[in-house]
């Protein structure tokens, strides 16, 4: 018959005798010591545990549920480490809208805007397209363009999991101008950067090559604004407004050398658009309640971005949107502009 092993209390006693028969140093070195060694056995079961309790690894290519309001549908993630993936699930996990502002001041446009065409440049994996389509119910055509290949093929394959057969991508790297230019990730680089090689096209040539008649523009395109801005004077000349996502200075600095953002601005009010300051665009919303009020045109912030204030209003050189409008009053568009001190 096994014998019963020794209960851990008999031991800790046996231990407690042991020490205390010891010499003082003695058992004061096999205390430090033995401290250290639970200490240390405490850390090697915590890192198993953890291990065990490891979730499963995400699969590299997946859907994802993107919700927005009312507004619901599936984005194509092609890769989890690409840039926004983790972004993206975290929102669609927590049922909460990007860019929140950004997506209002756009709803409010389309709806205030009926038979607009819209394009969205620098589309990423497709969520503005998904989601302008899916607000329409897949009526109306839809535009996007992306300069990265496996960005633009998410996005139509997004466009085929929702059934949006009149979302139509393109894959192009737009500039100023034909040239040579390298794919870096998410916007267009010139020489000497990393990214696959390809030539580039000017928005206006595409634009004509292709008959499309953009009315509404979304621009998110990490610094290659300025180029593609210049390049686009006659599609410019003929759309009812610009959404622009205008990047920090050092991204204009190296996808746009050369162009500043005096430039940029003046092209867009030479097109005939009058420029306002949407503030906020990057902030997330406490509460889907906060994004249903501004779908009804209640907690916007905006300023007119004209000449003189644009020093002011640009000296950090941050992130900021753009809203270009040709014709109507911002506020009958987005409602009364709340004050900076209660944003």
Known sequence: MQEAAPSSSLISRIAKRCLDAAPRGVAKKINSVSRRLTNYTATLLGEQRKKR????????????????????????????HIPQAGEYRDLASAGE??????????????RKSPGSRFIDIGAHLGYYACYVS????GREEVLAIESNPLYANAAREAARLNGFSRMRVFQAALSDRVEQVKIDRVT??????????TTSLTLDSLCEREQLRPTIIKMDVHGAEG?????????????????LEMHML???????????????????????????????????????????????????????LDRKGRRQMLFDGHD??????RHGDIESLLGPSISPANT
């Open 188 to 197: 267009v680089s010139r020489k000497g950067a990393p990214g696959s090689a």
């Open 97 to 110: 809208t990007y860019e929140p502002v950004m997506l209002a001041c756009l709803t409010r446009l389309l």
């Open 250 to 304: 050092s991204y204009l600095r190296d996808y746009s050398p050369g162009v500043t953002r005096t430039a940029l601005l003046d092209a867009l009010e030479e097109s005939g658009l009058t420029l306002y300051h949407v503030a906020a665009h990057r902030e997330r919303l406490e509460s889907e309640s906060d994004f249903q009020e501004l779908l009804a045109g209640r907690g916007f912030c905006y300023r007119r």
């Open 227 to 243: 180029k593609i801005i210049l390049g686009a004077r006659s599609v410019l000349a003929n759309v009812e407004c610009i959404l």
């Open 320 to 325: 900021i949107l753009v809203l270009g409008l």
């Open 134 to 137: 899916a607000l329409f119910d």
């Open 53 to 80: 309790e490891k979730p499963a690894a995400l699969p590299m290519s997946a859907p994802i549920q993107m919700t927005a309001g009312d507004i619901r549908f599936t984005l194509w993630i092609p890769d989890q």
